[in-house]
């Protein structure tokens, strides 16, 4: 089945610095990858999202890229906010099971003012 | 739309006990998928319904959890008995259709057994 790992597991910047987080996927069938934020004591949210059929997508300070042949996909985070500190996980979902979502551990980001 | 409902928010009980958690997905959502999030493993799916239909289990992970469905607009697991390794963070998401993009989480049930 699916496995998504995700790396790193914990990432520390400065604000307005620039946070990268990366993933890689097993299955080659997959095409959907979301990036969900969860922020202290709530459920995850979707942030972003992006198909295999596309290499990049932006939405303001977020930007999602994806390498179909190496099976990875990244989050980029610009100009960081405190307000952006939150867990981050990436996923996978298959075009066999469209049900399912494959979630990596998680970020933890940590923006420091 | 008051998103998905799950209650309790938060759990303690001892070692042995049944625990119940309780979950209501967004109005007209079809799907409800039930995960649990801890520190070293992320985020698990345990089981997820469709039409209040159990359609993949194969993440639970042991027949002291059970999940039922009753109607479109409840759902519970239940952990019985309860061992202390299954203090995590449950959390309850719903999407509206096949294949729908976002899934919606509830708040979580953060759970400690003693």
């Known amino acids: 089945g699916e496995n998504v790992e995700q790396h790193p597991s914990t990432l520390s910047v400065q604000e307005g610095d620039s946070a990268v987080i990366k993933c890689t996927y097993s299955?080659?069938?997959?095409?959907?990858f979301p990036w969900y934020k969860q922020e202290l004591g709530k459920g995850p949210q979707l942030i972003i999202d992006?198909?295999?059929?596309?290499g990049e997508k932006k939405d303001q300070r977020i930007a999602v890229t994806l390498n179909k042949t190496a099976k990875h996909f990244s989050l980029h985070i610009t100009e960081t906010q405190p307000e952006d500190s939150a867990v981050y996980f990436c996923a996978a979902r298959g075009v066999y099971n469209t049900d399912k979502l494959i979630f990596g551990t998680g970020t933890r980001l940590q923006v420091f003012p | 739309d008051a998103g998905v409902i799950q209650s309790p928010r938060h759990e303690v009980t001892e070692m042995g006990q049944e625990v119940t958690l309780r979950c209501k997905p967004i109005?007209?959502?079809?799907?409800l998928f039930w995960y649990r999030q801890t520190m070293m493993r992320g985020l698990e799916l345990l089981i997820y319904f469709n039409n209040n239909v159990p359609i993949d289990d194969s993440g639970m992970p042991e027949d002291r959890f059970s999940a039922k469905m009753p109607n479109a607009s409840f759902s519970t697991l239940k952990i019985q008995p309860s061992e202390p390794r299954d203090s995590a963070v449950y959390f309850c998401a719903s999407i509206n259709g096949r294949g729908a993009d976002t899934q919606y989480f509830g708040p979580g049930t953060r759970l400690t057994v003693l």
């Open positions: 109005s007209g959502h079809d799907y």
């Open positions: 992006i198909r295999s059929n596309v």
């Open positions: 299955d080659s069938a997959s095409n959907y």
